[in-house]
């Protein structure tokens, strides 16, 4: 069976509703083994790009940031913004999955978004099912191959749809399940890496993270040390280097561009950083990929 992959994409204009923004929607139908390699959820324009994976047939495994977890017919996958995803289809029963990105406006919605990106960040948990869900985006993409009247408009109410009843799907999940006899401290650092992961583009001084637990920075600096061996400059700075690399394969983004993105002062301090992490600068990184 042939790859079959419909997907329209809005990236340089995405389409606009009262609580949405569509960045990407469609249908894929995998071949035995396909691969997806290594994404980010995330646009030159939109930094808070989720994605919903709705498994229609098939089994497969779903990676964000580098751990894995299967997915078979029946599941939906809620993608974060700034993750590291990755899809990879069974050979036995290829997959077969329909994708919705989006972002959201400032409304009720972005807020109970939020609290699912607090709630729900580690991979095992993304997962939740629903036939509506599944209904409802396989009518959305309908509606956009037709483009018969009015179907912007009953566009609009099924996307609708489709954020309440994830963030319904969600709700009635048992939530923070990783918190579980774990100590105060490791919780206090588990914060800390999930909002330095989703806010990896807005981020301008680590110190701003006091704002957000309402500690101390010293305090903060002083536990995630303790708890992880590591500072939270080198996590960050980790962090920020694993994208560098994905941006620079993706080529949609010039180097200069890509040291901009990531807040780097100036090219040639990304171009050291890049280089010191993995080994060749950004230059030739991409062009070894693009001859591979």
């Known amino acids: ?12 204009n995405p389409l606009e509703f009262d ?18 390699g290594d994404h980010l959820h995330s646009s030159m324009v ?29 599941d939906i996958y809620l993608s974060f913004p700034c993750d590291i995803h990755r899809i990879e289809s069974s050979a036995e029963k290829p997959l077969k999955f329909d994708h919705f990105a989006f972002s959201l406006k400032d409304c009720v919605y972005s807020d109970e978004f939020e609290k699912i990106t607090q709630n729900f960040h580690s991979a095992n948990s993304r997962i939740f099912r629903d036939e509506r869900v599944q209904s409802l985006i396989s009518n959305a993409i309908a509606e956009l191959i037709s483009e018969n009247s009015y179907s912007f408009e009953i566009l ?19 939530g923070t399940p990783y918190y579980e006899n774990v100590s105060s401290h490791e919780v206090l650092c588990y914060r800390l890496m999930n909002y330095i992961d989703t806010h990896i583009y807005s981020i301008k001084r680590l110190e ?4 957000v637990t309402n500690y101390s920075y010293g305090y903060l600096t002083a536990v995630f040390r303790k708890t992880t061996s590591l500072t939270l400059s080198e996590y960050y700075q980790a962090k920020r280097l694993d994208l560098a690399r994905l941006l620079v394969i993706e080529g949609k983004l010039k180097i200069n561009e890509i040291s901009e993105k990531l807040g780097y002062s100036s090219v040639y301090a990304f171009s050291k950083a890049f280089t010191k992490k993995h080994g060749i600068s950004p230059k030739i990184y991409r062009e070894n990929s693009q001859n591979q």
């Open 156 to 174: 609009g109410l099924i996307l609708k749809q489709i954020i309440i009843y994830t963030v319904r799907g969600f709700g009635n999940k048992q």
């Open 1 to 12: 069976m042939s790859t079959y992959n419909f997907a329209k994409q809005y990236f340089g």
């Open 46 to 74: 939109a930094l808070d790009l989720y994605e919903l994976t709705v498994v229609t047939d098939g089994i497969g495994t779903v990676s964000t940031n580098h751990v894995d977890q299967t997915v078979s017919a029946g």
């Open 19 to 36: 609580e949405l923004y569509v960045w990407q929607i469609g249908r894929r139908y995998c071949e035995r083994s396909t691969v997806i």
């Open 208 to 211: 701003d993270l006091a704002k």
